[in-house]
Each structure stands twice: as C-alpha cells, then as structure tokens.
C-alpha cells in the first residue's frame, strides 16, 4: 500500500486494477490527490500560476469497470520545463514570465493526454534545470518528504515532480535526465527513476539544457510503473523476457561510483549486493577506468554548459540578473569553448562510448550506488556557495556517467523501511532498455521479499 495514503492502491497499476474491481473509483483517488497537492507536504512543488487538475472532466470515467486506457484518471505531474498548450513554460525560472503560451502540448505531454492521464499541476524544478540539488530561489524548494522535520533537499532537478510522486500528489512525474535529473531525487526520495535511452522519447516541446545529452522520462513508485509509462512515452512495446536473476551476470563498478559513500549508503548497497547474490545473480567487480576519462573529456566545461550557453546567450545579455547565479555560473562556462573545443568533445564522446561498451558487453547490467549520500539537510546548501557545489558534484558523479554513454539507467529504492532513502542504479549501453527493466523487475522483488 501506498504509505502516504494508506487507503489507496500502492502504485498506478494496483490502482487501475482496483478501478476494474470497484474498490475505488477514479473520483476518489483525484480528490485524494488534489488535497495532498493543496496540502504543507507539497509546498513549493506546484509552480504557483498553475491550478491543479480537477475531475471535473471526468465523470464518465468514475464507474467502476471502466479501463479505457492505461493512464484513465491517473494523476499525472508535469516538469515545468514541458510545454502545455495554452500555458507559458517558465522552467523554474522569472525570465520568461513575458513568453507567449505554448500552442500545442509537448509529444511526452501528448502521450500521456492520450493514454487518459489527469494533469494535476507543473512541478516546480531547478532553474532552467541546472544542478543536481534542488534547490529554487524564485519559487522555492519542495522538501524532501522522506524527513519532512529535518528538512532535507529533495534532488534535482526534477525536484517537485520527485515529490508529487513520493507523497502521493501524483502517481507519476514527468521529468527530463540530463546529468541524473530524474533518478537523484529519485533515489533521494524513495521512489524510482528511469532513464531511457535518449533517442526512445521524442524531446520535442521540451526546453533543453543540453541536446546532447537530454532525456525524457518519468518518476514513479514502481518498476511495473516506470515500464508502463515509458512504453506510453516511446511509443513502443517493451519486451520482457522474465529472465531470472540466476541467469544474469551484473557487473559493480569499483571507479569512481563507490569512493567516499556515506555509512547509510555504503551499507545498503553492500546489504543489496547481498541480496541479490542470494536470489542468484552472479555480480563481478570490474575497474571500468574508463570513467576516469570523463575528467579530461570534460576539463573545457562539457556539453551542457555549451550547449546551454548556445540557448541563453541572448537571454543572459538582458536578464543576467534574473537568473540564479549559481545557474548562470554555470552556464556562463559554454561562453570560454570554442567551437573547436566543442567538436572535439563530441569526438572524444563518441570515441569513449565504444571503448565503454565493449567493456559492459559481457554484462546484463551494472549496479553502482544512484548517489554516493543521503539527502543533506537544506540549510546547509542554501547560504554556502562552496557546500552547495560540492553537494551538487557528488550527487551528479554517478548518475552523469549514463548521460555520457549515451546509455540507460534506473535507480530504484534499496534502503530499509524508515532509514533515509538511498538508490540502487543499474544501468548499461544504449538500447538496452528492455533488459534492463526486465532485470530492475527482478531487482525490485528479491528486494521487497527480504524487507518485507
């Protein structure tokens, strides 16, 4: 059951099997999810101009039976960086405020519309989507409800969708990855967080932060979830071969993804490997030092700063002081590459992705800690410029490296019931994306049998 509303379905797929039966009506579950929306739990996770869904337009939905489409009367939260039409897409920030109002939905935005899914509201994000943290100055920053007394970062950037999901306000979020956008505060905030390969999800209508290495996709409180949803949003049939965990050879990889995890995080990932080597799975440690690599291929600031700085150049010349400096900061590096340093690291990229995937050809998947931390308290990010790019550095190391591959990835939660939340990722290549869910599936079961 779902812990914040126990009354309700755990996930989208119990509650449409529950909608077939008659034990809840769609009715319900949408007014449920409206007050939680309106409620403290959620505050600064809606961007303030935007209403909340209603289900006013659904009352024929409301009988029981009725299962139309896969999404019918689920709640559904939006990234603000989505276009929907008739409404201006801010993306978390003031300057564009004066824009005019999109004139048709974003593909993903259209997807989910026609799979039946509710709009209950744009969640609030990261500037222009540019940190790893969560944090908001203009509107705000959603707490993360996995320690609502602490007050805790909920992960970014896709920060409110991340809790519309966890506290119940929507039962999927969607978001966009970039450097680990969707599966920190995925993995920050107890849920699960899937990263598609990057060409599987049409970006069209989405603002971009970097073309290169963008993803769309969506949190949600399930691996079955996160399979039903991207199959809504990449048009496409997912292949589940059921395959079982004493078939698969997992990789874990020692560079870079396990140095200085925190005690809560290293052990929840040893207490995780344990369990999956107990279900079966043959899990190897490799030294992949190719991740080592990335530091050199980025040192002239990497492709979302140049591409970033490619889209805001003219918006910086006039609203510079509009913008979170933090954001700015970094998206003011594009500015020092050239373009000869600009085709050089597309070069470096490519060539570095096949050395990267003739090394994980062996392998079903690989398992690394999503972040190497728990969430840390906000205040100590919010005032202190050195502490908050730390934070954001070493939320970004792990989860990064997929972008770059060009890969996919999902983190689901691998922490016991009422620890702080922390994420198992596994991941892999392009196009990898049925195999591994079909493994996250697998995952996600021997885990819940040995917490519950």
């Given at each position: 059951?779902?812990?914040?509303?126990?009354?309700?379905?755990?996930?989208?797929?119990?509650?449409?099997?529950?909608?077939?039966?008659?034990?809840?009506?769609?009715?319900?579950?949408?007014?449920?999810?409206?007050?939680?929306?309106?409620?403290?739990?959620?505050?600064?996770?809606?961007?303030?101009?935007?209403?909340?869904?209603?289900?006013?337009?659904?009352?024929?939905?409301?009988?029981?039976?009725?299962?139309?489409?896969?999404?019918?009367?689920?709640?559904?939260?939006?990234?603000?960086?989505?276009?929907?039409?008739?409404?201006?897409?801010?993306?978390?920030?003031?300057?564009?405020?004066?824009?005019?109002?999109?004139?048709?939905?974003?593909?993903?935005?259209?997807?989910?519309?026609?799979?039946?899914?509710?709009?209950?509201?744009?969640?609030?994000?990261?500037?222009?989507?540019?940190?790893?943290?969560?944090?908001?100055?203009?509107?705000?920053?959603?707490?993360?409800?996995?320690?609502?007394?602490?007050?805790?970062?909920?992960?970014?950037?896709?920060?409110?969708?991340?809790?519309?999901?966890?506290?119940?306000?929507?039962?999927?979020?969607?978001?966009?990855?970039?450097?680990?956008?969707?599966?920190?505060?995925?993995?920050?905030?107890?849920?699960?967080?899937?990263?598609?390969?990057?060409?599987?999800?049409?970006?069209?209508?989405?603002?971009?932060?970097?073309?290169?290495?963008?993803?769309?996709?969506?949190?949600?409180?399930?691996?079955?979830?996160?399979?039903?949803?991207?199959?809504?949003?990449?048009?496409?049939?997912?292949?589940?071969?059921?395959?079982?965990?004493?078939?698969?050879?997992?990789?874990?990889?020692?560079?870079?993804?396990?140095?200085?995890?925190?005690?809560?995080?290293?052990?929840?990932?040893?207490?995780?490997?344990?369990?999956?080597?107990?279900?079966?799975?043959?899990?190897?440690?490799?030294a992949l030092e190719e991740i080592d690599e990335l530091a050199a291929i980025n040192a002239s600031g990497g492709l979302s700063a140049a591409e970033s700085h490619a889209w805001h150049r003219k918006l910086l010349a006039e609203h510079a002081a509009q913008y979170d400096p933090r954001v700015a900061l970094r998206i003011l590096r594009g500015a020092r590459m050239s373009a000869a340093d600009y085709i050089d690291l597309l070069a470096a990229r490519q060539a570095w992705i096949v050395r990267m995937e003739a090394r994980l050809g062996p392998f079903d998947a690989v398992l690394s800690p999503t972040v190497p931390i728990t969430a840390p308290p906000l205040a100590s990010v919010l005032q202190d410029d050195e502490e908050f790019f730390r934070i954001n550095s070493l939320l970004l190391r792990n989860t990064a490296?997929?972008?770059?591959?060009?890969?996919?990835?999902?983190?689901?939660?691998?922490?016991?019931?009422?620890?702080?939340?922390?994420?198992?990722?596994?991941?892999?290549?392009?196009?990898?994306?049925?195999?591994?869910?079909?493994?996250?599936?697998?995952?996600?079961?021997?885990?819940?049998?040995?917490?519950?």
């Amino acid at each position: 059951m779902n812990p914040y509303n126990p009354r309700f379905p755990a996930d989208l797929n119990s509650a449409r099997q529950s909608f077939r039966n008659g034990q809840s009506s769609i009715t319900e579950i949408l007014e449920q999810a409206a007050a939680i929306a309106r409620s403290e739990a959620c505050r600064h996770v809606f961007m303030p101009s935007q209403a909340h869904g209603t289900t006013a337009a659904l009352p024929d939905q409301a009988s029981p039976g009725h299962d139309e489409s896969l999404l019918a009367g689920i709640p559904v939260s939006v990234k603000d960086l989505f276009d929907v039409a008739g409404q201006v897409t801010m993306a978390g920030s003031t300057v564009l405020a004066g824009a005019p109002p999109a004139p048709a939905d974003a593909v993903a935005v259209s997807r989910l519309r026609k799979a039946g899914a509710v709009l209950v509201g744009r969640t609030n994000m990261v500037e222009f989507a540019f940190s790893g943290v969560g944090i908001n100055p203009h509107y705000g920053t959603p707490r993360n409800p996995a320690d609502a007394e602490t007050g805790r970062i909920p992960g970014g950037s896709s920060s409110g969708a991340a809790v519309s999901v966890a506290t119940g306000a929507a039962w999927v979020g969607l978001g966009s990855d970039t450097g680990g956008s969707i599966r920190i505060p995925a993995a920050l905030c107890g849920i699960v967080g899937f990263k598609s390969t990057a060409r599987l999800v049409p970006a069209a209508g989405a603002l971009p932060l970097s073309t290169s290495l963008d993803t769309v996709g969506a949190l949600t409180r399930s691996v079955r979830d996160a399979v039903t949803v991207h199959e809504i949003l990449s048009a496409r049939t997912v292949q589940l071969a059921g395959k079982p965990l004493s078939s698969c050879r997992l990789a874990v990889a020692r560079t870079l993804m396990q140095d200085g995890l925190n005690p809560a995080v290293a052990a929840a990932f040893e207490k995780c490997l344990q369990l999956l080597r107990q279900s079966g799975a043959r899990i190897e440690e490799i030294a992949l030092e190719e991740i080592d690599e990335l530091a050199a291929i980025n040192a002239s600031g990497g492709l979302s700063a140049a591409e970033s700085h490619a889209w805001h150049r003219k918006l910086l010349a006039e609203h510079a002081a509009q913008y979170d400096p933090r954001v700015a900061l970094r998206i003011l590096r594009g500015a020092r590459m050239s373009a000869a340093d600009y085709i050089d690291l597309l070069a470096a990229r490519q060539a570095w992705i096949v050395r990267m995937e003739a090394r994980l050809g062996p392998f079903d998947a690989v398992l690394s800690p999503t972040v190497p931390i728990t969430a840390p308290p906000l205040a100590s990010v919010l005032q202190d410029d050195e502490e908050f790019f730390r934070i954001n550095s070493l939320l970004l190391r792990n989860t990064a490296v997929v972008n770059m591959l060009d890969g996919c990835a999902i983190s689901l939660p691998c922490h016991q019931p009422g620890e702080l939340p922390v994420g198992l990722m596994l991941w892999h290549a392009a196009l990898r994306d049925d195999t591994l869910l079909d493994l996250a599936l697998q995952a996600e079961a021997a885990l819940a049998r040995a917490w519950h």
